[in-house]
């Protein structure tokens, strides 16, 4: 059964501040890593990872996949209050279908 | 990235009634609709996967008679909660992928159908 674990689950940090979210995972046939974020709707999508070592960009957001240790990391760097969501990180495997991880519940502080 | 809608967005309803939710692909074909269930502070828990003009398949622990799926064009597919009770509310959600290798790579998200069982 395909598994995907984030740390930390909750995290709470002041504007400001630099963030590591992390995602481990074991997973058949993987064929892609995602990362989205959610506030109080439908996850929102931030980044598609397939290739090892290669760093996605986007504003203060990004993601880096480890393919030999089966890991991701999130980066958001000056973060906002509007950061403040719960990101959530799956994996795209057998059947095309997304397995997710619990998420990690960010708060940022003014 | 393209457009999936859903409806309603939120649904109150009596326990032992049925409760239909809709989920459209505006701007594409969705060759393939997967059905999730969220609980509060939980992630998201696929529920069964829908191909177009076949039988969803369901995940294991979700009863196929109690959550019915229809898919029955390229656009539209049902999730219709039967005899709905109170541990049935959550948020549910859909999302809709293309056809061949790019296509099935990517899952576009529905806003969601927030349900509440009295």
């Known amino acids: 059964e395909d598994k995907v674990v984030q740390s930390p689950l909750s995290l709470v940090v002041h504007e400001g501040d630099t963030v590591t979210l992390n995602c481990s995972y074991e997973v058949t046939n993987f064929r892609s890593l995602l990362w989205y974020k959610q506030e109080k709707k439908a996850p929102t999508f931030l980044f598609m990872l397939t290739s090892s070592g290669i760093e996605k960009k986007s504003g203060r957001l990004s993601s880096i996949l480890d393919k030999k240790e089966l890991f991701s990391i999130l980066n958001i760097t000056a973060t906002q209050t509007g950061d403040s969501a719960v990101y959530l990180c799956a994996t795209l495997g057998s059947n095309y279908k997304l397995t997710f991880g619990k998420g990690t519940l960010l708060t940022v502080n003014p | ?118």
């Open chain 2, 1 to 118: 990235g393209a457009v999936v809608s859903q409806h309603p967005s939120r649904v109150i309803c009596k326990s032992g009634t049925s409760v239909k939710i809709e989920c459209r692909s505006l701007d594409f074909q969705a060759t393939t609709m997967f059905w999730y269930r969220q609980f509060p502070k939980q992630s998201l828990m696929l529920m069964a996967t829908s191909n177009e003009g076949s039988k969803a398949t369901y995940e294991q622990g979700v009863e196929k008679d109690k959550f019915l799926i229809n898919h029955a064009s390229l656009t539209l597919s049902t999730l219709t909660v039967t005899s709905a009770h109170p541990e049935d509310s959550s948020f549910y959600i859909c999302s809709a992928s293309g056809e061949g290798d790019k296509g099935r790579n990517e899952q576009f998200f529905g806003p969601g159908t927030r349900l509440t069982v009295l």
